[in-house]
Every structure is written in structure tokens, then in C-alpha cells.
């Protein structure tokens, strides 16, 4: 077993960071700002639940589609990499 001190910067990154403070200071009411708070606790379960089952469902999912889920997550991941940077170029050309 090891430790990857990477896993949080990936779970918890800036653009995570950058969303709940920009959703933060939209909400003028208390009670908007608990509810925030509510689902990042409830985020943070699910995560927390999902870690701690990866290595029980790890052993049901065979290597072939193992490598089939990394390489289209990674497409996804590109495609929306691209995306965010045409959506950047367009904001700062318009």
C-alpha cells in the first residue's frame, strides 16, 4: 500500500476550489451558503466511499476493460481540456 500525495490536488484542484468560492460569493443568504457547505461534505462522503471501495471493485472488473475505462476517461478528459481552452480564447478575443 503507498500514499499518493497527488490524489487531493487531482480531487480537490483548483478549478473544484475556484467553482465553490465563486458559488460562495454569489450567495447572500446564510442558509444558501450551509447548503453549499452541505454538499461539499456530502461530496467529500462519496468520495471518501469510493476510495475506500476501489480495491473491492477493482477485483471485479477484468484488466481489458480496466484499460478501455482509462483510455476513454482520457478521451473525455481531452475533449473537455479543449473545449475549456476554445471556450478561453473566444472569451478573450469577444
Not at 475505462?69 to 478528459?77: A, S, V, W
Request: glycine share 8%; hydrophobic share 60%; aromatic share 8%.
Amino acid at each position: 500500500m503507498a500514499v499518493f500525495p497527488l490524489a487531493i490536488p487531482l480531487i480537490a484542484g483548483p478549478g473544484a476550489i475556484s467553482a465553490s468560492i465563486l458559488l460562495a460569493s454569489e450567495f447572500s443568504w446564510p442558509v444558501d451558503r450551509f447548503a453549499l457547505i452541505g454538499v461539499l461534505c456530502s461530496m467529500g462522503l462519496i468520495v471518501y466511499l469510493s476510495l475506500l471501495l476501489a480495491d473491492r471493485m477493482n477485483r471485479f472488473i477484468s484488466d481489458t476493460v480496466q484499460i478501455i475505462m482509462t483510455r476513454l476517461l482520457g478521451i473525455i478528459l481531452a475533449a473537455l481540456s479543449v473545449q475549456f481552452v476554445i471556450d478561453g480564447v473566444t472569451a478573450l478575443i469577444g
